[in-house]
């Protein structure tokens, strides 16, 4: 793909997150304007408790409004376990942003996983492609769906979604969304989507904060090795569609060009 990765950083989260605001409604604009619906893809971790604080501020124009009736929100991974489960990226989410949304307002189409098929992964990532299928089209027909928009972490190995360092998932080509059984990070047993769905997305956007960030992003960045993480991975195959958002502890000692605005 064309252009570099962007890297930008910010003094504080608060600037990130503002600057994380544009960022997602201009993504939502096209989405609209697109095809009348924002399809987003996101993680967990602390992915949702930054969205909350982007996102859950009220807006003071139309165009600074979160049009949150027309999004259509699908998890980049999950883990195998009840959608009340403390591991769960759902509730995560929902703790963070769902429940705190306005009551009598508009709410977003959420994609869970099938509770029923937490003791079979193969079955539930197969059910979870499915409803992918059934959102953005025939799987005959459309070869990889394609996100508006994904929202990822980055973990201190370099790992993204659920997708690990020189593991064999790295090289899966046909499923879109893939069963793990031995994730090194428990729960051991979760589904993510692959890394062909993650850069065919129109916008990737990672987020990044914290000191512990600091040597894995130097290396992602800076290094051959990193190009070869699943992080880095990302940035290869979706080139100037990925972003990265980071505060300055972040990125300490990276050598990358950064940005400090969009």
């Known amino acids: 793909m064309g252009g570099q990765p962007n890297l930008y950083s910010f003094p504080d989260i608060e600037a990130l997150a503002t600057s994380l605001r544009s960022y997602i409604l201009s993504a939502q604009k096209a ?3 697109r095809h009348g619906v924002f399809k987003v893809a996101l ?21 600074d409004t979160v049009q949150w009736g027309a999004w259509e929100i699908f998890f980049a991974d999950e883990r195998a376990v009840h959608l009340d489960d403390a591991d769960s990226n759902y509730k995560l989410l929902k703790i963070e942003v769902l429940d705190e949304l306005p009551a009598d307002g508009p709410k977003p189409k959420v994609h869970t996983i099938n509770e029923q098929h937490i003791d079979d992964v193969q079955e539930l990532a197969d059910q979870y492609e499915q409803g ?7 799987k005959d027909s459309v070869r990889l769906p394609i996100f508006d928009l994904l929202l990822l972490g980055c973990g201190p190995d370099g790992h993204t979604c659920s997708l690990f360092p020189q593991h064999e998932l790295l090289r899966e080509a046909d499923a879109w969304v893939a069963p793990i059984l031995d994730s090194p990070k428990p729960p051991p047993q979760r589904i993510t989507l692959t890394l062909p769905v993650i850069t065919h997305s129109l916008r990737i956007a990672f987020v990044a904060t ?7 992003l130097k290396e992602i960045f800076d290094t051959e090795a ?3 993480l699943p992080c880095g991975l990302v940035n290869d195959g979706g080139g100037e569609r990925v972003s990265w958002f980071t505060d300055q502890s ?3 000692g990276v050598s990358y060009p950064r940005k400090s605005s969009l």
């Open 43 to 63: 993680s967990g971790g602390s992915l949702p408790n930054t969205l909350a604080k982007a996102l859950l501020p009220p807006g003071n124009s139309p165009a």
């Open 226 to 228: 990193g190009q070869g």
């Open 31 to 33: 989405g609209l304007d």
């Open 132 to 138: 992918l299928v059934s959102s953005f089209a025939a």
């Open 210 to 216: 914290g000191g512990s960030k600091k040597d894995i």
């Open 250 to 252: 972040a990125v300490m």
